[in-house]
């Protein structure tokens, strides 16, 4: 798998974000290209030989590294990509500890399914579960971690550095 920085034929990538995210849950994607020139931004795309597979959008410091968006072509899903993808982040960021934040696994929603089965992927591929929660942009999702324990301080701080002090989310402990 071939890793190169997303704005290599960002249309093709702008299609799989935007098939993979619902509205409310999406940056701009201007915005996005703008910061993945930040040296703590990365903005990567996937290819197996020159079919883009997917990307990932995150950011970084010293300790963390936060997948905000991970995607997969529609078409290419199940196919052992998207663990690829984790397995690239990994040997990106060896030394890291690696956050994502997913939808939470509530009986009661819609897409319990589509739900489940992406939590599995990402328990199958090395995350656990934190048990603890972050609101961003208005929309709740359970954290998930690989390389090392979840510290809720830590990544609160991370946020701060991250957005110059203009992101603040709100991070709980999920009760049972």
């Avoid at 591929?125 to 934190?130: A, L, R, S």
């Amino acid at each position: 798998m071939q890793v190169k920085k997303a704005g290599f034929r960002s249309s093709d990538v702008k299609s799989i974000y935007f098939d993979s995210f619902p509205k409310n849950e999406r940056m701009p994607f201007p915005m996005m290209v703008a910061m993945s020139k930040l040296w703590n931004t990365d903005f990567l795309s996937f290819y197996d030989d020159d079919r883009l597979c997917g990307f990932v959008y995150l950011a970084h410091n010293r300790k963390i590294a936060f997948v905000m968006f991970l995607a997969v072509d529609k078409t290419l899903r199940s196919k052992g990509y998207g663990s690829a993808i984790l397995k690239e982040i990994q040997n990106k960021y060896p030394n890291k500890k690696i956050i994502i934040s997913i939808e939470p696994c509530d009986s009661n929603a819609p897409d319990i399914e589509i739900r489940t089965r992406r939590k599995d992927f990402y328990l199958k591929n090395g995350y656990k579960e934190t048990g603890y929660m972050i609101k961003l942009a208005g929309v709740v999702q359970a954290i998930i971690i690989c390389n090392g324990e979840f510290d809720k301080r830590q990544f609160c701080t991370f946020f701060a550095l991250y957005s110059n002090g203009t992101m603040w989310p709100r991070i709980w402990k999920r009760q049972n």
